[in-house]
């Protein structure tokens, strides 16, 4: 295709092609490396998420999984989806939709720190219970 090319197209649209094919690599290669952190993004994920249900009972491990599997995953995307569509229809830009994602992140970590704090405590209290018996 490469020794075609110069030979079909010219001028603008050489140029215009070319940046198209430019970009087209750019999101090829993002896609690569993206391909090649998923796994490990999964795999952290994941067991930090089944960690949290270490300190719990059966029941309650059984109840919360299902609460967030069937609800609080669902209601992510939702929280996604609708930003993504709010912002299509207010015709933001990239900074924008970089601001409400660190604001975002900053809620979500003020999450973390109070689950984090909870877990601590819970897992402590499990660890004194234990050692008592």
Known sequence: MAST????????ERTRLDRALALFADVRAG???GALLLPADYSIQNTARHALFLPTSREAKYNAKQAIDAFF??????????IVFTG???????RAYAAINLVLVAGWLAIVVALAAEHKTLVSTDLHTEAAA
């Open 5 to 12: 090319l110069p030979t079909l197209v010219t001028g603008r």
């Open 31 to 33: 896609e690569g490396a």
């Open 73 to 82: 995953w669902r209601l992510g995307d939702l929280l996604q989806a609708g």
């Open 88 to 94: 299509v229809s207010l015709g933001l830009n990239v």
